[in-house]
């Protein structure tokens, strides 16, 4: 057990987003793979749909031809293959920047497509978010096939095939699948496996993008007992260790007279990390990770932090209200019932970015035409880290609903 635990620390990892339109079975297939619901928020629980990412993990394990999650089977040993970190994002259409968020964090994505409802407005514009963040990766899950009859699967089946011709996922798998039934769930962890790693930058300073914070003390802990606050994110490139002095940028945001805010960076020290429920003392690029820190948890309870990005300290640019975006804009506005064209970007204009796990909203100062696209510069509300070559997903405010209507990298 010593050595398969050895082996499990130096396995190949993924990050995988699970996306699709609401009801069509993510966090029900996710707790089926996963043995976890990531459904744990208190509104969640009652409205029955996921509002904030969830976060679970597997280890998956060759066992003759085929996969499992399980460590052993009939008393035998089996052979830990890869490490899987899920990432379930909102389908509801009021979420769409939360799926954004989720987007960026994530090599390669499952597209869940119940059988009996088929290809739905959200459908497509989570598809469309993959394409703008730049994910190549993904499998297609035809979910919920026990509600369907053969002939109605087959139809379905076709549908899917229809709407991934001539796309970046035109050669992707379509499973059938019934999560609650636990059928072809195999066939699952096999594609899974079957994903291909992209390369890290360990090299590099470090990046650290922050999808979630958090405060894990429960009512009535005993200071002496009291954690530092979490960042839950994903370590893009670079390394950290536990004691590194760490930066977190834009990091607090101060109320002033006249509705302005101001941002402070904070400074803090890695007390923990946790991979998991694996505690690490240094930590890669790759899945996704928790960091406890020395911040009062004060600071990061409810999620105040998402959005923000970590280095060693001094390490990070300056935050900025101004970003230039080399943008392309789609066809049509994805997510309506009914078709329509995408208009192109004017000046003064409000749009909303997601870059990394930053969402915010900008008013564009300026729109330079050229062949390859369109650079826009805008003004934002909220400010960002701009790295150069960062994604940045690009919506519009359209009939009262944030859309996505293109996609850039920043200059």
Not at 210 to 220: E, H, L, Q, T, W
Not at 334 to 347: D, R, Y
Request: contains cysteine.
């Amino acid at each position: 057990m010593a050595n398969q635990k050895s082996e499990i620390k130096s396995l190949p990892e993924i990050n995988v987003g699970v996306v699709g339109h609401i009801d069509h079975g993510k966090t029900t297939l996710l707790s089926k793979l996963t043995g976890k619901f990531t459904d744990t928020h208190s509104e969640e629980l009652k409205r029955g749909i996921t509002i904030k990412l969830g976060y679970t993990e597997i280890t998956i394990y060759k066992h003759g031809s085929g996969f499992t999650t399980k460590e052993k089977i009939d008393g035998k040993p089996t052979i830990p293959v890869r490490y899987v970190s899920f990432i379930d994002t909102p389908g509801h259409e009021m979420l769409m920047a939360t799926m954004l968020s989720g987007a960026a964090i994530i090599d390669a994505a499952i597209l869940v497509v119940a059988a009996n409802e088929g290809i739905k407005p959200q459908t497509r514009e989570h598809f469309i978010a993959l394409q703008a963040k730049g994910i190549k990766s993904i499998i297609v899950v035809q979910n919920k096939i026990d509600l369907v009859s053969k002939e109605e699967a087959l139809k379905n089946y076709k549908q899917i095939k229809e709407f991934l011709k001539g796309t970046f996922a035109e050669n992707a798998p379509v499973i059938p699948v019934s999560a609650q039934q636990e059928i072809n769930l195999d066939k699952i962890l096999e594609q899974l496996v079957a994903f291909e790693i992209p390369k890290r930058d360990a090299d590099s300073n470090p990046i650290f993008v922050v999808a979630r914070s958090f405060d894990i003390n429960k009512p009535g802990t005993d200071i002496k007992n009291l954690h530092g606050g979490v960042l839950g994110g994903i370590l893009k490139k670079g390394k950290l260790k536990v004691g590194d002095e760490i930066e977190i940028k834009p990091g607090m945001n101060i109320k002033k007279p006249h509705g302005k805010t101001e941002y402070k960076t904070l400074t803090t020290k890695i007390l923990s990390l946790q991979k998991g429920k694996e505690s690490l003392a240094e930590i890669y690029p790759g899945i996704s990770l928790s960091i406890e820190t020395s911040l009062d948890p004060f600071l990061t309870r409810a999620d105040s932090l998402t959005g923000c990005m970590v280095s060693l300290k001094g390490k990070l640019p300056e935050i900025t209200n101004k970003v230039k975006i080399n943008s392309k804009l789609f066809g049509e506005v994805f997510g309506l019932k009914e078709q329509k064209k995408i208009e192109p970007i004017k000046t003064k204009e409000l749009l909303m970015l997601s870059i990394n796990t930053t969402i915010t909203v900008g008013v564009v100062e300026n729109v330079k035409s050229s062949k390859e696209g369109n650079e826009i510069e805008l003004s934002l509300n909220i400010p960002v880290i701009a790295l150069k070559g960062d994604k940045a997903g690009i919506a519009r405010n359209i009939d009262g609903h944030w859309r996505l209507i293109g996609w850039g990298e920043i200059n």
